[in-house]
Nanobody, 126 residues
Framework: VQLGESGGGLVHSGGSLRLSCAAS????????IAWFRRVPGKQREAVSC????????YYHDSVKDRFTISRNNAQNTVYLQMNSIQPDGTAVYYC????????????????????WGQGTQVTVSL
């Protein structure tokens, strides 16, 4: 089971980026998948997640209406489209999968996610 993030980079404030999380070894659409981010010196926080049960989603208040999580089942990939990125969006972004027997909605609780990618750096310049 592996998760691989890509799509990070340098973007100007107000710009857009799309992060990709390619899954292998399991069908990502059968499980809850989340995007987290970590700013140096701070705890990792959940940005968004998508349920493997019914496709319902969660967004951190700070990214609602600007970020969109989606999945391409044929590509076994989950995306995070980030629009109107602000400087506080500078962080390492991780995707994570909850591979426990699935029920209910996806969660923002980090400890529930069993598998993690290596992360991709997003830097937002002024």
């Amino acid at each position: 089971v592996q998760l691989g993030e890509s799509g990070g980079g340098l973007v100007h404030s107000g710009g857009s980026l799309r992060l990709s999380c390619a899954a292998s070894g399991f069908r990502s659409n059968d499980y809850h998948i989340a995007w987290f981010r970590r700013v140096p010196g701070k705890q990792r926080e959940a940005v968004s997640c998508i349920s493997g049960n019914d496709g319902s989603t969660y967004y951190h208040d700070s990214v609602k209406d600007r970020f969109t999580i989606s999945r391409n089942n044929a590509q076994n990939t989950v995306y995070l489209q980030m629009n109107s990125i602000q400087p506080d969006g500078t962080a390492v972004y991780y995707c994570a999968a909850d591979l426990r027997p699935m029920y209910g909605d996806c969660s923002a609780a980090e400890h529930l996610y069993t598998n993690w990618g290596q992360g991709t750096q997003v830097t937002v310049s002024l």
